[in-house]
């Protein structure tokens, strides 16, 4: 069992900077590929970034690139999403995930996932 735990969530106006972490437990497994997804109201549940255990590949959704970074702490099994330059277009709860590989987190079909960590971006 393992349980991942996000923070850092919370009110921002436009144009402002959030950062997520997400910190994995319990019977974490070596290596793994940890991932953002989010969920707007009415909308599906969206990629959002992602990145390999080693860091040395990542991956973002096109309408985050240049503004969001994934990065990893793997000492702390914690991955974190810097958000910069936010819009009011990145409100939804935020999940992180993990899984075996990069293509499995990047679909959403990894093993585990967060509770969620809400985001509001005020215009």
């Known amino acids: 069992q393992v349980q991942l735990v996000e923070s850092g969530g919370g009110l ?3 144009g402002g ?4 972490s ?3 437990s319990g019977r974490t497994f070596s290596p793994s590929a940890m991932g953002w997804f989010r969920q707007a109201p009415g909308k599906e549940r969206e ?9 040395d590949f990542t991956y973002y959704t096109d309408s985050v ?9 793997n000492g702390k099994n914690t991955v974190y999403l810097q958000m910069n330059s936010l819009k009011p277009e990145d409100t939804a709860v935020y999940y992180c995930h993990i899984g075996g590989n990069t293509a499995v987190v990047r679909t959403g079909r ?3 996932w967060g509770q969620g960590t809400q985001v509001t971006v005020s215009s």
């Not at 900077?17 to 997520?20: A, D, E, G, V, W």
């Open 12 to 14: 921002v106006q436009a």
């Open 17 to 20: 900077s959030l950062r997520l």
């Open 22 to 24: 997400c910190a994995a």
């Open 47 to 55: 990629f959002v970034a992602a990145i390999s255990w080693s860091a």
């Open 65 to 73: 690139k240049g503004r969001f970074t994934i990065s990893r702490d």
């Open 110 to 112: 990894g093993a585990y």
